[in-house]
């Protein structure tokens, strides 16, 4: 199940994404699956969390799309589970704010602020998919 897209300020190693995902959804680092290409999720091997990430050149370069798998892990807040994850990276996390406008996001500040901010959306869909590291 599609959970979230979340852009964030800088590209990280994966070991760094696995360990934010798995403090913030209370899962063992083992049932976190890193992807490059969408179609690495078809094998199912019981992962909790797989995410795909995407490089783009914007001032939050990565992309992570994230599908949670068990239901019970699903965060009832997900501006609160987007803001962890960002603090857990030490970085700024863009998200959608719900509304019909594809150029209004929210910016969840690594310090706890969250704003709306515009940005032009083509050039954050303007992504190739990527391999962390």
């Known amino acids: 199940m599609f959970w979230q897209d979340i852009f964030v300020c800088e590209i990280f190693p994966r ?18 699956k890193l992807i490059k290409d969408i179609e690495e999720m078809t094998d199912n091997d019981g992962s909790s969390i797989i995410c795909q990430s995407y490089k783009s050149n914007t001032d939050f370069p990565l992309r992570l799309s994230i599908y949670i798998t068990d239901e019970k892990i699903v965060p009832l807040d997900e501006q609160g589970a987007v803001s962890h994850i960002g603090r857990e990276l030490g970085c700024d996390a863009l998200m959608s704010d719900e509304s019909t406008n594809p150029y209004i996001l929210l910016c969840n500040s690594k310090d706890g602020n969250i704003n709306q901010v515009s940005v032009d959306i083509e050039k954050y869909d303007d992504a190739e998919e990527f391999e962390l590291q």
């Open 15 to 32: 070991a760094k994404v696995i360990s934010a995902f798995s403090k913030v959804f209370g899962v063992n680092e083992k049932m976190i």
